[in-house]
Structure formats: structure tokens, C-alpha cells
């Protein structure tokens, strides 16, 4: 709850956010009803969309690491059995 100044200059308070609800069919728009939410309701919804958004950056970045680490472990086998096949080259033209 807060107060606000009005263009008469007369101070109210302000309690909870009223917007009505809309429905729109053939062109013609109809209240439903009025829809009453705190401020407190407010930030709690913003907090929670907010958490879940930020739990999802960090599960599509883990998965992104995963696959890196995945494609990296499987880059340092290959080299190494490149470098065991180039060593075995190597014998082999010796011989």
C-alpha cells in the first residue's frame, strides 16, 4: 500500500492494483470481471517467473558444458591415437 497525489492535489492511498478483464469476440469487447491483485501477489509472481527463468539459463548452460566436455574428451582420444599411428609410421618407414 502507498499513497498517491491526485490533479486536485488531495492525497489518497493506494491499496491494491484493479484492472478489469477482457474478453473480445467479433470485434466487441466485454468486461468479465474485475481482477484484484496486492502488490505483494505481484512481486511474489515476478519472483517466481524470475527463479524459473534463471533455473532454466543454468540447465540449458549445464547442458551446453556437458556437450563441450563430451566433444573436447572425445578430440584429446582421437589425438592421441593420431599420435600413436604417427609414431608407428614412423617405425615402419625406419624399418
Known amino acids: 500500500m502507498g499513497?498517491?497525489?491526485t490533479r486536485?492535489?488531495?492525497?489518497t492511498k493506494v491499496q491494491d492494483f484493479v484492472m478489469p478483464?477482457?474478453?473480445?469476440k467479433k470485434k466487441q469487447v466485454t468486461v468479465i470481471s474485475n481482477?484484484?491483485?496486492?502488490?505483494?501477489?505481484?512481486?511474489s509472481?515476478?519472483?517466481s517467473i524470475m527463479d524459473q527463468k534463471i533455473a532454466d539459463s543454468y540447465k540449458s548452460t549445464n547442458d551446453l558444458l556437458v556437450k563441450l566436455t563430451n566433444k573436447l574428451q572425445t578430440i584429446k582420444k582421437c589425438k592421441s591415437v593420431d599420435d600413436n599411428c604417427s609414431s608407428q609410421q614412423t617405425l615402419v618407414h625406419r624399418l
Open 3 to 5: 499513497f498517491k497525489k
Open 8 to 11: 486536485q492535489g488531495e492525497v
Open 21 to 24: 478483464s477482457f474478453t473480445l
Open 35 to 43: 481482477i484484484r491483485t496486492s502488490s505483494f501477489d505481484l512481486l
Open 45 to 47: 509472481q515476478l519472483s
